[in-house]
Protein backbone atom coordinates (compact mmCIF):
# COMPACT_ATOMS: atom_id res chain seq x y z
CA UNK A 1 0.00 0.00 0.00
CA UNK A 2 1.58 2.98 -1.23
CA UNK A 3 1.98 6.35 0.94
CA UNK A 4 -0.14 7.97 -1.71
CA UNK A 5 -2.90 5.71 -1.26
CA UNK A 6 -2.89 5.45 2.93
CA UNK A 7 -2.55 9.76 2.77
CA UNK A 8 -6.05 9.60 0.23
CA UNK A 9 -7.76 7.00 2.95
CA UNK A 10 -7.17 8.93 5.81
CA UNK A 11 -8.41 12.18 4.27
CA UNK A 12 -11.21 10.24 2.93
CA UNK A 13 -12.45 8.90 6.19
CA UNK A 14 -11.28 12.71 7.94
CA UNK A 15 -13.89 13.66 5.63
CA UNK A 16 -16.82 11.23 5.64
CA UNK A 17 -16.14 11.09 9.61
CA UNK A 18 -16.56 15.11 9.71
CA UNK A 19 -19.62 14.72 7.44
CA UNK A 20 -21.38 12.77 9.56
CA UNK A 21 -20.29 14.40 13.32
CA UNK A 22 -22.02 17.39 11.33
CA UNK A 23 -25.23 14.84 9.87
CA UNK A 24 -25.42 14.50 13.31
CA UNK A 25 -25.59 17.30 14.96
CA UNK A 26 -28.09 18.60 12.53
CA UNK A 27 -30.33 16.29 13.15
CA UNK A 28 -29.92 16.37 16.89
CA UNK A 29 -30.77 20.15 16.03
CA UNK A 30 -33.47 19.57 13.63
CA UNK A 31 -35.04 17.03 15.88
CA UNK A 32 -35.44 19.30 18.75
CA UNK A 33 -36.78 22.31 16.94
CA UNK A 34 -39.14 20.22 15.56
CA UNK A 35 -40.08 18.78 18.71
CA UNK A 36 -40.08 22.52 19.91
CA UNK A 37 -42.48 23.69 17.16
CA UNK A 38 -44.85 21.26 17.37
CA UNK A 39 -44.72 21.47 21.57
CA UNK A 40 -45.63 25.60 20.63
CA UNK A 41 -48.33 25.12 17.96
CA UNK A 42 -50.48 22.12 19.83
CA UNK A 43 -50.57 24.33 23.12
CA UNK A 44 -51.75 27.25 21.01
CA UNK A 45 -54.17 25.41 19.11
CA UNK A 46 -55.39 23.66 22.43
CA UNK A 47 -55.58 27.40 24.15
CA UNK A 48 -57.58 28.55 21.33
CA UNK A 49 -59.84 25.76 21.31
CA UNK A 50 -60.54 25.77 25.32
CA UNK A 51 -61.49 29.83 24.55
CA UNK A 52 -64.12 28.90 22.17
CA UNK A 53 -65.38 25.74 24.37
CA UNK A 54 -65.45 28.81 27.37
CA UNK A 55 -67.14 31.33 25.33
CA UNK A 56 -70.14 28.50 24.08
CA UNK A 57 -70.82 27.30 27.52
CA UNK A 58 -70.58 31.10 28.67
CA UNK A 59 -73.08 31.79 25.58
CA UNK A 60 -76.12 28.64 25.70
CA UNK A 61 -77.56 30.50 23.22
CA UNK A 62 -74.56 30.06 20.41
CA UNK A 63 -75.88 26.41 20.64
CA UNK A 64 -74.74 23.53 21.93
CA UNK A 65 -70.59 23.57 21.97
CA UNK A 66 -70.23 20.58 19.57
CA UNK A 67 -72.16 22.13 17.17
CA UNK A 68 -70.27 25.46 17.93
CA UNK A 69 -66.78 23.92 17.89
CA UNK A 70 -67.63 21.86 14.51
CA UNK A 71 -68.84 25.52 12.91
CA UNK A 72 -65.84 26.91 14.21
CA UNK A 73 -63.31 23.90 12.75
CA UNK A 74 -65.13 24.07 9.46
CA UNK A 75 -63.91 27.58 8.82
CA UNK A 76 -60.35 27.10 10.70
CA UNK A 77 -59.69 24.36 8.30
CA UNK A 78 -55.88 23.22 8.08
CA UNK A 79 -53.88 24.13 11.61
CA UNK A 80 -50.22 23.57 11.03
CA UNK A 81 -48.58 20.73 13.78
CA UNK A 82 -52.03 20.00 14.88
CA UNK A 83 -54.63 17.23 14.19
CA UNK A 84 -57.70 17.98 15.54
CA UNK A 85 -61.07 15.58 15.76
CA UNK A 86 -64.27 16.29 17.07
CA UNK A 87 -66.92 13.38 17.99
CA UNK A 88 -70.73 13.78 19.55
CA UNK A 89 -71.57 11.91 22.51
CA UNK A 90 -72.11 8.69 20.80
CA UNK A 91 -68.65 8.55 19.73
CA UNK A 92 -69.16 8.78 15.91
CA UNK A 93 -67.20 11.96 14.11
CA UNK A 94 -68.11 15.02 13.43
CA UNK A 95 -65.32 16.76 12.17
CA UNK A 96 -61.65 16.01 11.45
CA UNK A 97 -58.71 18.61 10.20
CA UNK A 98 -57.63 18.15 6.67
CA UNK A 99 -53.92 16.98 6.43
CA UNK A 100 -51.32 19.42 6.00
CA UNK A 101 -49.98 20.24 2.51
CA UNK A 102 -47.07 22.05 3.03
CA UNK A 103 -44.24 20.83 1.30
CA UNK A 104 -46.42 17.97 -0.28
CA UNK A 105 -43.85 17.32 -2.47
CA UNK A 106 -41.46 15.98 -0.57
CA UNK A 107 -41.19 12.74 0.55
CA UNK A 108 -38.63 12.13 3.47
CA UNK A 109 -37.15 8.74 3.89
CA UNK A 110 -38.63 6.24 6.66
CA UNK A 111 -34.76 6.61 8.36
CA UNK A 112 -35.10 10.84 8.49
CA UNK A 113 -38.60 10.49 9.70
CA UNK A 114 -37.98 8.14 12.71
CA UNK A 115 -34.56 10.16 13.53
CA UNK A 116 -36.32 13.65 13.85
CA UNK A 117 -40.22 13.03 14.70
CA UNK A 118 -41.07 13.84 18.16
CA UNK A 119 -43.33 11.88 20.05
CA UNK A 120 -46.94 12.41 19.93
CA UNK A 121 -48.86 14.41 22.33
CA UNK A 122 -52.73 14.27 22.90
CA UNK A 123 -55.27 16.21 24.11
CA UNK A 124 -58.65 15.65 24.67
CA UNK A 125 -61.70 17.23 25.76
CA UNK A 126 -64.94 16.73 27.48
CA UNK A 127 -67.51 18.88 25.90
CA UNK A 128 -71.22 19.00 25.94
CA UNK A 129 -72.91 16.56 23.79
CA UNK A 130 -69.23 15.55 22.52
CA UNK A 131 -65.74 14.68 22.64
CA UNK A 132 -62.58 17.10 20.98
CA UNK A 133 -59.20 15.38 20.58
CA UNK A 134 -56.01 17.55 19.30
CA UNK A 135 -52.82 15.30 18.71
CA UNK A 136 -49.51 16.95 17.35
CA UNK A 137 -48.33 15.79 14.00
CA UNK A 138 -45.00 16.84 12.82
CA UNK A 139 -45.36 15.72 8.87
CA UNK A 140 -45.29 19.04 7.47
CA UNK A 141 -42.68 20.47 9.76
CA UNK A 142 -40.08 17.36 9.14
CA UNK A 143 -40.93 17.92 5.11
CA UNK A 144 -39.59 21.12 5.54
CA UNK A 145 -36.42 20.12 7.52
CA UNK A 146 -36.01 17.01 4.71
CA UNK A 147 -35.53 19.54 2.21
CA UNK A 148 -33.24 21.52 3.87
CA UNK A 149 -31.28 18.61 5.30
CA UNK A 150 -31.54 17.28 1.57
CA UNK A 151 -29.85 20.33 0.08
CA UNK A 152 -26.93 20.26 2.79
CA UNK A 153 -26.34 16.54 1.62
CA UNK A 154 -25.90 17.47 -1.52
CA UNK A 155 -23.85 20.26 -1.01
CA UNK A 156 -21.57 17.99 1.46
CA UNK A 157 -21.41 15.10 -1.25
CA UNK A 158 -20.10 17.55 -3.17
CA UNK A 159 -17.30 19.41 -0.99
CA UNK A 160 -16.62 15.74 -0.21
CA UNK A 161 -15.66 14.64 -4.18
CA UNK A 162 -14.22 17.71 -4.80
CA UNK A 163 -11.78 18.04 -1.72
CA UNK A 164 -10.93 14.18 -2.32
CA UNK A 165 -10.27 15.25 -5.90
CA UNK A 166 -8.24 17.96 -5.26
CA UNK A 167 -6.14 16.59 -2.46
CA UNK A 168 -5.52 13.30 -4.72
CA UNK A 169 -4.01 15.35 -7.46
CA UNK A 170 -1.83 18.12 -4.97
CA UNK A 171 -0.87 14.44 -3.27
CA UNK A 172 0.30 12.78 -6.53
CA UNK A 173 1.84 16.16 -7.80
CA UNK A 174 3.32 16.66 -3.92
CA UNK A 175 4.75 12.87 -3.59
CA UNK A 176 6.15 12.36 -6.88
CA UNK A 177 9.86 12.77 -5.89
CA UNK A 178 9.03 10.08 -3.56
CA UNK A 179 9.93 7.46 -6.63
CA UNK A 180 12.75 8.83 -7.47
CA UNK A 181 14.18 9.30 -4.07
CA UNK A 182 12.94 5.26 -3.80
CA UNK A 183 14.38 4.82 -6.98
CA UNK A 184 17.85 6.05 -6.13
CA UNK A 185 17.80 4.46 -2.85
CA UNK A 186 17.71 0.88 -4.63
CA UNK A 187 20.16 1.90 -7.21
CA UNK A 188 22.62 2.57 -4.31
CA UNK A 189 21.49 -1.00 -2.75
CA UNK A 190 23.16 -2.55 -5.51
CA UNK A 191 26.40 -0.52 -5.72
CA UNK A 192 25.68 2.05 -8.11
CA UNK A 193 27.44 4.92 -5.98
CA UNK A 194 27.10 7.81 -8.77
CA UNK A 195 23.55 8.14 -7.90
CA UNK A 196 22.58 11.56 -7.78
CA UNK A 197 19.32 13.24 -7.01
CA UNK A 198 18.16 16.81 -7.77
CA UNK A 199 16.59 19.35 -6.33
CA UNK A 200 13.35 19.23 -5.31
CA UNK A 201 10.64 22.25 -4.39
CA UNK A 202 9.69 20.79 -1.58
CA UNK A 203 12.11 21.20 1.08
CA UNK A 204 11.15 18.43 3.31
CA UNK A 205 11.85 16.34 0.24
CA UNK A 206 14.75 18.47 -0.89
CA UNK A 207 16.80 17.58 2.77
CA UNK A 208 16.19 14.17 2.05
CA UNK A 209 17.52 14.25 -1.50
CA UNK A 210 20.79 16.26 0.03
CA UNK A 211 21.62 13.75 2.82
CA UNK A 212 20.92 10.89 0.04
CA UNK A 213 23.50 12.64 -2.39
CA UNK A 214 25.85 13.43 0.67
CA UNK A 215 25.35 9.73 1.98
CA UNK A 216 26.59 8.40 -1.51
CA UNK A 217 29.19 10.55 -1.71
CA UNK A 218 30.81 9.75 1.72
CA UNK A 219 30.16 5.70 0.29
CA UNK A 220 32.21 6.44 -2.96
CA UNK A 221 35.03 7.94 -0.38
CA UNK A 222 34.50 4.77 1.43
CA UNK A 223 34.87 2.66 -1.33
CA UNK A 224 37.82 4.35 -2.70
CA UNK A 225 39.64 4.29 0.93
CA UNK A 226 38.65 0.41 1.17
CA UNK A 227 40.51 0.14 -2.70
CA UNK A 228 43.46 2.19 -1.00
CA UNK A 229 43.32 -0.65 1.50
CA UNK A 230 43.49 -3.13 -0.12
CA UNK A 231 45.76 -2.01 -2.98
CA UNK A 232 48.08 -0.80 -0.10
CA UNK A 233 47.69 -4.42 1.48
CA UNK A 234 48.62 -6.26 -2.30
CA UNK A 235 51.58 -3.94 -2.30
CA UNK A 236 52.93 -5.21 1.10
CA UNK A 237 52.24 -8.66 -0.07
CA UNK A 238 54.11 -8.34 -2.86
CA UNK A 239 57.05 -6.27 -0.51
CA UNK A 240 57.29 -9.08 1.47
CA UNK A 241 57.28 -11.47 -0.92
CA UNK A 242 60.25 -10.12 -3.07
CA UNK A 243 62.12 -9.64 0.51
CA UNK A 244 61.65 -13.18 1.06
CA UNK A 245 62.65 -13.96 -2.44
CA UNK A 246 65.34 -11.78 -2.11
CA UNK A 247 66.80 -13.43 1.10
CA UNK A 248 66.90 -16.29 -0.48
CA UNK A 249 68.74 -16.06 -3.13
CA UNK A 250 71.12 -13.88 -0.52
CA UNK A 251 71.72 -16.71 1.52
CA UNK A 252 71.69 -19.53 -1.33
CA UNK A 253 73.67 -17.79 -4.00
CA UNK A 254 75.89 -14.87 -2.35
CA UNK A 255 76.35 -16.97 1.03
CA UNK A 256 77.57 -20.34 -1.22
CA UNK A 257 79.88 -17.55 -3.17
CA UNK A 258 81.12 -16.59 0.33
CA UNK A 259 81.72 -19.86 1.62
CA UNK A 260 83.67 -20.57 -1.38
CA UNK A 261 85.90 -17.72 -1.06
CA UNK A 262 86.39 -18.30 2.58
CA UNK A 263 87.72 -22.21 1.88
CA UNK A 264 89.52 -21.13 -0.92
CA UNK A 265 91.60 -18.53 1.22
CA UNK A 266 92.15 -21.29 4.65
CA UNK A 267 93.15 -23.40 1.91
CA UNK A 268 95.52 -20.75 0.83
CA UNK A 269 96.61 -19.97 4.08
CA UNK A 270 97.19 -23.51 5.27
CA UNK A 271 99.60 -24.22 2.15
CA UNK A 272 101.43 -21.00 2.72
CA UNK A 273 102.09 -22.10 6.57
CA UNK A 274 103.25 -25.84 5.71
CA UNK A 275 106.08 -24.03 3.16
CA UNK A 276 106.76 -21.36 5.40
CA UNK A 277 109.98 -21.19 4.21
CA UNK A 278 110.48 -17.33 3.10
CA UNK A 279 108.68 -14.00 3.72
CA UNK A 280 106.34 -14.06 0.87
CA UNK A 281 105.21 -17.42 2.45
CA UNK A 282 104.31 -16.00 5.19
CA UNK A 283 102.45 -12.22 3.78
CA UNK A 284 100.67 -14.75 1.56
CA UNK A 285 98.73 -16.61 4.84
CA UNK A 286 98.90 -13.36 6.36
CA UNK A 287 96.59 -12.36 3.58
CA UNK A 288 94.60 -15.27 3.26
CA UNK A 289 93.86 -14.80 6.73
CA UNK A 290 92.72 -11.06 5.98
CA UNK A 291 90.37 -12.90 3.10
CA UNK A 292 88.78 -15.39 5.73
CA UNK A 293 88.35 -12.56 7.85
CA UNK A 294 86.71 -10.48 5.51
CA UNK A 295 84.49 -13.40 4.06
CA UNK A 296 83.28 -14.08 7.59
CA UNK A 297 82.07 -10.30 8.10
CA UNK A 298 80.73 -10.53 4.82
CA UNK A 299 78.54 -13.68 5.77
CA UNK A 300 77.95 -12.16 8.94
CA UNK A 301 75.97 -8.91 7.44
CA UNK A 302 74.66 -11.13 5.33
CA UNK A 303 72.68 -12.69 7.62
CA UNK A 304 71.51 -9.88 9.22
CA UNK A 305 70.48 -8.01 5.95
CA UNK A 306 68.63 -11.82 5.37
CA UNK A 307 67.24 -11.30 8.97
CA UNK A 308 65.98 -7.46 8.11
CA UNK A 309 64.01 -9.20 4.58
CA UNK A 310 62.49 -11.73 6.10
CA UNK A 311 63.06 -13.87 9.66
CA UNK A 312 63.67 -17.13 8.46
CA UNK A 313 62.13 -18.53 11.81
CA UNK A 314 58.50 -16.76 11.07
CA UNK A 315 58.44 -19.42 8.43
CA UNK A 316 59.80 -22.46 10.25
CA UNK A 317 58.85 -21.87 14.04
CA UNK A 318 56.27 -19.55 13.85
CA UNK A 319 55.34 -15.55 14.98
CA UNK A 320 55.75 -16.22 19.03
CA UNK A 321 59.44 -17.98 18.59
CA UNK A 322 60.08 -15.13 16.14
CA UNK A 323 59.10 -12.52 18.41
CA UNK A 324 61.10 -13.76 21.08
CA UNK A 325 64.07 -13.69 18.53
CA UNK A 326 63.63 -10.69 17.50
CA UNK A 327 63.29 -9.23 21.21
CA UNK A 328 66.34 -10.81 22.00
CA UNK A 329 68.59 -9.50 19.31
CA UNK A 330 67.50 -6.02 19.97
CA UNK A 331 68.01 -6.71 23.94
CA UNK A 332 71.19 -7.70 22.48
CA UNK A 333 72.50 -5.07 20.65
CA UNK A 334 71.03 -2.51 23.20
CA UNK A 335 72.22 -3.97 26.57
CA UNK A 336 70.57 -0.79 28.61
CA UNK A 337 67.35 -1.15 27.11
CA UNK A 338 64.72 -3.49 28.93
CA UNK A 339 62.31 -5.02 26.48
CA UNK A 340 59.32 -7.53 28.05
CA UNK A 341 57.46 -9.19 25.84
CA UNK A 342 54.59 -11.19 27.18
CA UNK A 343 52.20 -13.60 25.04
CA UNK A 344 49.05 -15.14 26.45
CA UNK A 345 48.70 -18.55 27.67
CA UNK A 346 46.73 -19.89 24.31
CA UNK A 347 49.54 -18.32 22.33
CA UNK A 348 52.36 -19.68 23.99
CA UNK A 349 51.61 -23.49 22.71
CA UNK A 350 51.96 -22.08 19.16
CA UNK A 351 48.43 -21.25 18.04
CA UNK A 352 50.08 -18.60 16.53
CA UNK A 353 51.06 -20.27 13.39
CA UNK A 354 47.70 -21.36 13.11
CA UNK A 355 47.22 -17.24 12.19
CA UNK A 356 48.57 -17.39 8.91
CA UNK A 357 51.18 -16.01 7.25
CA UNK A 358 49.54 -12.01 6.09
CA UNK A 359 48.55 -11.55 10.24
CA UNK A 360 52.01 -13.15 11.33
CA UNK A 361 53.73 -11.09 8.72
CA UNK A 362 52.09 -7.74 9.72
CA UNK A 363 52.01 -8.18 13.34
CA UNK A 364 56.04 -8.89 13.24
CA UNK A 365 56.63 -5.37 11.08
CA UNK A 366 54.69 -3.59 13.15
CA UNK A 367 56.88 -4.89 16.17
CA UNK A 368 59.48 -4.18 14.83
CA UNK A 369 58.67 -0.81 13.40
CA UNK A 370 57.78 0.27 17.05
CA UNK A 371 60.71 -1.07 18.44
CA UNK A 372 62.96 0.98 15.46
CA UNK A 373 60.49 3.82 16.59
CA UNK A 374 61.06 3.54 20.66
CA UNK A 375 65.31 3.63 19.87
CA UNK A 376 65.25 6.11 17.38
CA UNK A 377 63.07 8.42 18.67
CA UNK A 378 61.16 8.11 21.84
CA UNK A 379 64.95 7.61 23.78
CA UNK A 380 62.89 5.26 25.86
CA UNK A 381 64.78 2.90 28.06
CA UNK A 382 61.99 0.41 28.97
CA UNK A 383 59.66 -1.18 25.96
CA UNK A 384 56.81 -3.65 27.04
CA UNK A 385 54.97 -5.75 24.30
CA UNK A 386 51.73 -7.60 24.88
CA UNK A 387 50.12 -9.45 22.73
CA UNK A 388 46.64 -11.57 24.07
CA UNK A 389 44.69 -13.82 21.92
CA UNK A 390 40.68 -13.26 23.78
CA UNK A 391 37.99 -16.24 23.61
CA UNK A 392 36.75 -14.76 20.34
CA UNK A 393 39.84 -15.15 18.51
CA UNK A 394 40.49 -11.62 18.29
CA UNK A 395 44.31 -10.47 18.59
CA UNK A 396 45.05 -7.52 21.04
CA UNK A 397 48.35 -6.63 20.70
CA UNK A 398 49.75 -3.18 23.23
CA UNK A 399 53.38 -1.37 22.77
CA UNK A 400 54.42 0.69 25.48
CA UNK A 401 57.36 3.18 26.02
CA UNK A 402 58.52 5.15 28.78
CA UNK A 403 60.07 7.32 26.29
CA UNK A 404 59.81 11.41 25.85
CA UNK A 405 56.31 11.39 24.43
CA UNK A 406 54.47 13.55 21.76
CA UNK A 407 51.47 15.54 21.40
CA UNK A 408 49.65 13.32 19.57
CA UNK A 409 47.05 16.13 18.41
CA UNK A 410 49.39 18.20 17.01
CA UNK A 411 52.09 15.78 14.73
CA UNK A 412 50.39 14.89 11.65
CA UNK A 413 50.47 11.39 11.74
CA UNK A 414 50.21 11.07 8.20
CA UNK A 415 53.82 13.03 7.25
CA UNK A 416 55.24 10.20 10.36
CA UNK A 417 55.41 7.26 7.95
CA UNK A 418 56.21 4.73 10.42
CA UNK A 419 52.97 5.29 12.26
CA UNK A 420 51.53 5.96 8.78
CA UNK A 421 52.77 2.40 7.86
CA UNK A 422 51.65 0.81 11.06
CA UNK A 423 48.11 2.06 10.68
CA UNK A 424 47.88 0.76 6.82
CA UNK A 425 48.90 -2.33 7.73
CA UNK A 426 46.75 -2.56 10.92
CA UNK A 427 43.32 -1.43 8.89
CA UNK A 428 44.37 -3.76 5.80
CA UNK A 429 43.68 -6.54 8.41
CA UNK A 430 40.68 -5.33 9.03
CA UNK A 431 41.64 -4.02 12.71
CA UNK A 432 41.95 -0.98 14.72
CA UNK A 433 44.92 1.14 15.37
CA UNK A 434 45.02 4.13 18.84
CA UNK A 435 48.46 5.39 19.86
CA UNK A 436 47.88 7.56 22.92
CA UNK A 437 50.94 9.45 23.55
CA UNK A 438 51.61 12.63 25.89
CA UNK A 439 55.27 15.14 26.03
CA UNK A 440 57.25 13.05 28.90
CA UNK A 441 54.73 10.57 29.40
CA UNK A 442 55.99 7.98 26.77
CA UNK A 443 53.89 6.32 23.67
CA UNK A 444 51.27 3.60 24.20
CA UNK A 445 49.71 1.88 20.62
CA UNK A 446 46.67 -0.35 21.14
CA UNK A 447 46.04 -2.70 18.03
CA UNK A 448 43.44 -4.49 17.64
CA UNK A 449 42.40 -6.94 14.68
CA UNK A 450 40.24 -10.00 14.08
CA UNK A 451 41.81 -13.63 14.06
CA UNK A 452 40.96 -14.97 10.52
CA UNK A 453 42.99 -14.87 8.15
CA UNK A 454 42.26 -11.63 4.91
CA UNK A 455 42.04 -12.90 1.83
CA UNK A 456 44.50 -13.72 -0.52
CA UNK A 457 46.40 -11.66 -3.46
CA UNK A 458 44.55 -13.00 -5.47
CA UNK A 459 40.69 -12.27 -4.22
CA UNK A 460 41.97 -8.68 -3.50
CA UNK A 461 43.37 -8.49 -6.92
CA UNK A 462 39.93 -9.24 -8.42
CA UNK A 463 38.31 -7.09 -5.98
CA UNK A 464 40.26 -3.93 -6.60
CA UNK A 465 39.75 -4.61 -10.55
CA UNK A 466 36.06 -5.19 -10.41
CA UNK A 467 35.56 -1.70 -8.24
CA UNK A 468 37.32 0.28 -10.95
CA UNK A 469 35.37 -1.51 -13.62
CA UNK A 470 32.46 -0.62 -10.96
Known amino acids: ?8 LLI ?25 RVEAASRVTVQLLDTVIISSTLNPEMGPTHVVLQGFLASLGYVRSSHITLYDYQGYELY ?23 KVERVERRIRYGTLVVESSAAGSIREAWAGFNQLMWVGLGFFVILNTLVYILLSHSLKPIGRILGAINRIEQGDLTTR ?41 HIEDERRSLAREL ?60 PGSLDNLGLAETLKDLVSSYQVQHPALNIQLYLSENLQSGNLQSLGETISINLYRIVQE ?41 VDQSRHFGLLGMRERVQALHGTFV ?26 GNNISRNIEN
Do not use: C
Open 251 to 310: HDELGQYVTAIKTFAVGIANKAKANSTGTGMTEIASSAQVIVSAANQIYDGMHNIVRQLR
Open 435 to 460: IESAPSQGTSIFINVPGNEVPSIEVL
Open 1 to 8: MSLRFRLN
Open 197 to 237: LPTFPLPEFDTIGHSLNRMAESLTAERLLEENRQLTHLIQK
Open 370 to 410: SLNNALKYAQATSIEIRLIKVSDGELQLSIKDNGIGMDVDA
Open 12 to 36: TLLSMAFILVVGSILVTDTRVSIRE
Open 96 to 118: SSPESTFKSDVSPPQWFVKLVQP
